[in-house]
């Protein structure tokens, strides 16, 4: 996850050193282990090598998986240090671009936010929000700080509220309302010297710190291993006693959707998937000094390949496209109740 943890609780420095280190042996995962590391360059105060981690992924010859994520955070930490006019050029070419991804909007727009940039935040949320939730029944989960950030921005400009200041209390599920939450006079009470004011501007707080760790956290997930039909193949042609973990591949998906399901019916948070291939597998295993037929290896390998950035939320949207790769959408695959 992206970490937000102060840095007299972390030696943010030695973190991210540990990361680049990672990701130079496992180049395939650079761009989600990179991200990270250039999060704590940011948290230890150093933002110009926090850049150049962002340059390196945006010109290495490998393809990005988010392009226009690493641009939006390359431009929030360049503005931070004196860069205005190259962090608004980067802006200003990610909403001519108009990605269909949530992220780089919303770091985007709340940028422009902590400069004071109200109005040109304002029009970034309700740019991306008209592109990504018009005709949209239920707005997915990623959206949602699009939604409560453009709320946020025009409480602060005093405008009155409209259909999608209204969608946004509808999927607020905080006990303080929006409108509570985001009131430019709450600054105000901070303040004050009756302390029941104090108390609640506290409570205040605490639950829009809560929604803004919930939004922006990417947290390291309890991961089950999935292995495509062909990469199974190829296991279990090469690794014959492994057959015992995977009867068939019909019964290793079946077998993922009711893992997952039982662990979040038992509350297990933070939810994941991986997906295997044999060469990553055997590389592991080298690099264990284990032979890649040992089935206590597996868990392990899983674990390894979250802790690298390569899960996958579960369960994803209804309407997205099922985990299991088979094109149809989770709700009418491995979704169905």
Sequence with gaps: MRPDTPAENVDHTAE??????????????????LLRAAAHRELSGDRPTATALYDRLLTSSRELDEPFLVRALK?????????????????????????????????????LEAHDELEQAHETFTQAVHLLLTGVEAPPRATHP??????????????????????????????????????PKRVWSLGSENPAE?????????????????????PFPVAVLHWPAGELTELLSAYPTLAEEYPSHGEHLASIEAA???????????????TGTVPSYEAFAASELTSPSDPSLLPQYATTLAARGRAAAWPPERTAACWCGSGRAYGECHGVD
Aim: hydrophobic share 45%.
């Design 260 to 274: 997952l399901r039982e662990l979040a019916a038992s509350g297990t948070p933070n939810l994941g998937i991986v």
């Design 16 to 33: 991210a050193d540990r990361l680049e280190r990672t990701a130079d042996l496992y180049p395939e995962d650079a761009e989600a282990l």
């Design 146 to 183: 699009l939604l409560f950030g453009r709320h946020r921005v025009r409480r602060m400009l005093g405008a009155a509220h409209d259909e999608w200041d209204a969608l946004a209390d509808t999927v607020h599920s905080l006990p303080i309302t929006l409108d509570e939450l985001h009131d």
């Design 198 to 218: 104090l108390e609640a501007e506290i409570l205040r707080l605490r639950a829009e710190l809560g929604a803004f760790r919930e939004a922006l956290s990417r």
């Design 75 to 111: 431009a929030s930490n360049l503005w931070e240090y004196g860069h205005e006019a190259e962090a608004r050029a980067i802006i200003t070419g990610i909403r001519t671009t108009a990605p269909r991804d949530p992220a780089p909007w919303v770091i985007v727009a709340e940028s």
